[in-house]
């Protein structure tokens, strides 16, 4: 099975359910019971709030978990390869500067051009993680998909 190569413009990923099944029927639970609340306060509709609140709560946090897992996980795993690419003083430059958004959006990036993207956030930590990919010309692809 040959895949497309990947790059900055097709790396995001969808989980449809997620996204266009899950989320908008909570979201949109919610604002109906928001709705239906303020037109006709009751302990029904107080109920149906609390519900609501609930199950907007529970979508949430059932995505972004593993999402945080899975940040940690490219955290480290960056680390293990920026010990094993980069010199050891920009490596240690690197584990005390950089912020989890940056490693994320430098796992992209090739070996070869790894030394010198690191260089460049050092130097501005402020840079976001949009800005570090668009700057990668050499795309690392992350194959594993669901």
């Not at 149906?48 to 059932?62: E, I, P, R």
Request: aromatic share 14%; hydrophobic share 45%; charged share 20%.
């Amino acid at each position: 099975m040959t895949q497309t190569p990947q790059s900055y413009a097709n790396h995001a990923q969808y989980t449809p359910l997620y996204h266009f099944f899950t989320s908008p029927l909570a979201l949109i639970f919610l604002v109906w019971s928001i709705t239906r609340f303020f037109q006709n306060p009751s302990y029904d509709t107080g109920y149906m709030l609390v519900g609501g609140l609930a199950m907007f709560g529970v979508v949430s946090v059932s995505r972004l978990s593993p999402l945080r897992a899975q940040d940690r996980i490219i955290r480290l795993e960056e680390q293990l390869r920026y010990q094993r690419v980069l010199p050891a003083a920009l490596y240690e430059q690197a584990v005390a500067t950089l912020s989890p958004r940056h490693y994320i959006a430098l796992r992209f990036a090739s070996d070869a051009e790894l030394a010198g993207l690191v260089e460049k956030v050092i130097a501005n930590p402020t840079m976001k993680g949009k800005e570090i990919k668009q700057q990668i010309k050499s795309w690392r692809a992350d194959y594993f998909r669901l």
